[in-house]
């Protein structure tokens, strides 16, 4: 008896092809940095009765990131201990307003630094949760598929070998 099946099927393929904006896809970790889907597209450009976009490069971001469903930045960030709210402003701004902020890193925050920037955003109904890299990617690209408004921010330990 054979399998008929033949390749795998991306749960997230539809989720993440809709709406008026390409989504952040955050393909993988390394040391050096993240590997981002959906920053830019290569090949044809739709024309007003085509929408047949381009396809999907991978962008390696050197170094620790904050990703937004839409967007995503480079960080001045290198180690855990240089999380704080004054670092993390640029989710503050962020329009429209993010639900869920993740912080992926291998080593946990100051707990003291933890607990202010879990205070100021739940101010404004942010929920903030800790927790290693690659979870950190998987938590946002569910979140970012089924449409909620996430960020993340992808703390790469340049101290680490």
């Known amino acids: ?14 989720s993440l092809a809709h709406g008026p904006r ?4 955050l393909e993988s970790y390394a040391p050096s940095g993240v590997d981002v889907k959906g920053f ?7 024309d ?5 976009p381009g396809e999907d490069k991978v962008v390696h971001m050197n170094g620790s990131i904050v990703a937004f469903p839409d967007a995503c930045f480079l960080m001045n960030i290198h180690t855990p201990e240089e999380v ?23 080593h946990p925050v100051p707990p003291s630094e933890m ?16 927790m ?3 979870n950190c990617i998987g938590t946002f690209n569910i979140l970012n598929g089924e449409d909620r408004r996430v960020a993340c921010v992808l703390v790469v330990d340049e ?3």
């Open 22 to 25: 390409r989504k952040i896809v």
């Open 40 to 46: 830019i597209q290569v090949g044809e450009q739709p």
């Open 84 to 106: 704080t709210l004054e670092c993390l402003s640029v989710v503050k701004l962020y329009q429209p307003t993010v639900e869920y902020l993740f912080i992926g890193c291998e």
């Open 115 to 130: 607990n202010k920037i879990k205070a100021e955003f739940r101010k404004k109904d942010v929920v903030v949760e800790q």
């Open 48 to 52: 007003d009765d085509d929408n047949a």
């Open 1 to 14: 008896m054979s399998s008929e099946i033949t390749r795998g099927t991306d749960l997230l393929a539809d």
């Open 159 to 161: 101290t680490e070998e």
């Open 132 to 134: 290693d890299i690659m």
